[in-house]
């Protein structure tokens, strides 16, 4: 069974960072894709990065330049580094794993089938 365990959302003043963290357990982590999204309230569900097996990376264009996803499969964890936070970043955040391995990733939630339960991230103006 696959579980995906978030941590490391808080409250944080704009321009600062903070760096989430989603524990992986139930399978081989190393050879599927890990994505992030976000939820603000009454709003969808949008992407915000991914990782393939192969560590490439893809950014939403509304985080590049400051979100940094990594991970690292010793540890079985995919992180977000989020840097220069601002009052609209203000979500939800969630971890997203697909069923098949080896996929290069996706940027739309249909392309996984295991969420975490999400961690709160609020930036204050």
């Known amino acids: 069974q696959v579980q995906l365990v978030e941590s490391g959302g808080g409250l944080v003043a704009a321009g600062g960072s903070l760096r989430l963290s989603c524990a992986a357990s139930?399978?081989?982590?190393?050879?599927?894709?890990m994505g992030w999204f976000r939820q603000a309230p009454g709003k969808e569900r949008e992407f915000v990065a991914f990782?393939?097996?192969?560590?490439?990376?893809y950014y939403a264009d509304s985080v590049k330049g400051r979100f940094t996803i990594s991970r690292d499969n010793a540890k079985n964890t995919v992180y977000l580094q989020m840097n220069s936070l601002k009052p609209e970043d203000s979500a939800v955040y969630y971890c997203?794993?697909?069923?098949?391995?080896?996929?290069?990733?996706?940027?739309?939630?249909?392309?996984?089938?295991?969420w975490g339960q999400g961690t709160q991230v609020t930036v204050s103006s």
């Open positions: 990782i393939s097996w192969s560590t490439s990376t």
């Open positions: 997203a794993a697909p069923a098949r391995p080896y996929q290069s990733g996706s940027s739309s939630r249909s392309g996984y089938d295991y």
């Open positions: 139930g399978r081989t982590f190393s050879i599927y894709s």
